[in-house]
């Protein structure tokens, strides 16, 4: 059987040129703690992300938990159905009560239509994904938020690098958070930043990501530990200085799987937005009832061939144990999330995916469509 094919591969750089950074790092032996490489990606990634403020994090998950934290949150947080566990979880870790909403057919994000309805009087920010690398309706969201007085913060987990209409995607929200884990478009082997376009939760998210300490003698706040090490920021440099060309690399996979799948009965690709500059980091498509067999069936298929899709975001957060008992997780309440996350499947896509491989995925998928 021919080797198989992960729904994900890292970008790594030439092993040398980390080797003359992890050089550096032992001659000044500053491992973490702010040392030179974090602060140096901090500022380069700010001026990347067109953003005021980038703390960078140990992952993504803790850029979340510190976000919400820092934004002194209560009560209720209007959020997606529709992600990776990590975002309701850490809603949940805020103390916080997650009200599900939801979502587009068109964008799988956090349907604006839906916020309104959902807010009560303790309803404190709208917690939204930029699922897949699709932006949210920021601007729609951005109304409510000032109309209600509520905090915004966009878990961008996928979204490093996304533009639309010309402007970064992190301009939007009072704080987004991103994901650098191994499986991201950017990746600093595990790794996260809160970004923002002011400084206002800046001070507070620094000493919270550092156990709560001010300085030595002050620690006014219950803080963790979500440092970036020296390593992971060294790589994050060399991974921004490859980052144009491994977003090229995606697109083209992207486009060569569009060409391919669009005659293929059934199977539906979602399009790329209006106005959006993707980092194409996710290919999903939807298994519709058109099609030949379900989607678990096509799954199965693939992975006997040895193509490793996977079904983000099955199962839909709404539904998990700790979650459905919450009056907004009932089925009836989330009909477009309960749809898709059955007909989802998310196909390999990374730099380098050949197109011998592409053409091995679409194959399994036409045939198993008896679309020949
Ligand atoms: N918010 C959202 C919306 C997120 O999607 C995530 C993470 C977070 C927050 C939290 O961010 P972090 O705390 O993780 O920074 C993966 C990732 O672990 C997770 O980061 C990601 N989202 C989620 C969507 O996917 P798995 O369980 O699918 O990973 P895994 O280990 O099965 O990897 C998938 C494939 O990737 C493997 O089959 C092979 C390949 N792979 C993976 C790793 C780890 C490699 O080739 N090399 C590697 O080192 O969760």
């Known amino acids: 059987m021919s080797e198989p094919i992960f729904v994900t591969r890292p970008f790594l750089p030439p092993l040398?040129?980390?080797?003359?950074?992890?050089?550096?790092?032992?001659?000044?032996?500053?491992?973490?703690?702010?040392?030179?490489?974090?602060?140096?990606?901090?500022?380069?990634?700010?001026?990347?992300?067109?953003?005021?403020?980038?703390?960078?994090?140990?992952?993504?998950?803790?850029?979340?938990?510190?976000?919400?934290?820092?934004?002194?949150?209560?009560?209720?947080?209007?959020?997606?159905?529709?992600?990776?566990?990590?975002?309701?979880?850490?809603?949940?870790?805020?103390?916080?009560?997650?009200?599900f909403v939801d979502i587009s057919p068109d964008d799988f994000n956090i349907d604006p239509a839906t916020i309104e309805r959902a807010i009560t009087p303790s309803t404190s920010a709208i917690v939204a994904v930029h699922c897949y690398g699709n932006p949210c309706a920021v601007d729609e969201i951005e109304k409510i938020a000032n109309k209600y007085d509520l905090r915004v913060i966009y878990d961008a987990?996928?979204?490093?690098?996304?533009?639309?209409?010309?402007?970064?995607?992190?301009?939007?929200?009072?704080?987004?958070?991103?994901?650098?884990?191994?499986?991201?478009?950017?990746?600093?082997?595990?790794?996260?930043a809160i970004v923002s376009p002011t400084t206002r939760f800046k001070k507070q998210v620094e000493i919270i990501k550092n156990f709560g300490i001010a300085s030595e003698v002050e620690i006014p706040l219950v803080g963790t530990n979500a440092k970036m090490s020296e390593l992971n920021a060294a790589m994050g440099h060399l991974q921004l200085d490859h980052y144009e060309s491994i977003r090229t690399l995606r697109r083209t996979v992207d486009e060569r799987y569009r060409r391919s799948l669009a005659n293929i009965a059934g199977i539906h690709v979602p399009d790329i937005p209006n106005g959006v500059s993707s980092n194409h980091s996710y290919f999903p498509i939807l298994v519709t009832p058109d099609f030949t067999v379900g989607r678990d069936a096509l799954y199965d298929r693939l992975k006997a061939e040895g193509i490793m899709s996977r079904k983000y975001f099955f199962p839909l957060l709404s539904n998990l144990p700790m979650y459905k008992g919450?009056?907004?997780?009932?089925?009836?309440?989330?009909?477009?999330?309960?749809?898709?996350?059955?007909?989802?499947?998310?196909?390999?896509?990374?730099?380098?995916l050949?197109?011998?491989?592409?053409d091995r995925v679409v194959d399994?998928?036409?045939?198993?469509?008896?679309?020949y």
């Open 16 to 99: 040398a040129d980390y080797v003359a950074l992890l050089e550096q790092i032992w001659e000044n032996r500053i491992l973490t703690n702010g040392g030179p490489f974090h602060q140096s990606l901090e500022r380069r990634l700010a001026t990347y992300l067109d953003a005021a403020q980038v703390s960078l994090t140990t992952n993504g998950a803790l850029a979340l938990e510190i976000a919400i934290d820092a934004c002194d949150l209560s009560g209720e947080v209007i959020t997606t159905p529709y992600s990776f566990v990590a975002t309701t979880h850490s809603v949940k870790r805020g103390q916080l009560k997650p009200v």
């Open 364 to 371: 399994v998928i036409a045939k198993a469509g008896d679309s």
């Open 157 to 192: 987990a996928h979204a490093f690098g996304v533009r639309l209409n010309g402007r970064s995607v992190f301009e939007w929200g009072d704080l987004s958070t991103i994901s650098f884990h191994a499986t991201k478009s950017y990746n600093t082997f595990e790794g996260g």
């Open 326 to 352: 919450i009056e907004s997780a009932s089925q009836e309440n989330l009909p477009v999330a309960n749809k898709i996350v059955n007909e989802v499947l998310c196909l390999p896509i990374y730099p380098g």
């Open 354 to 358: 050949s197109d011998h491989d592409i």
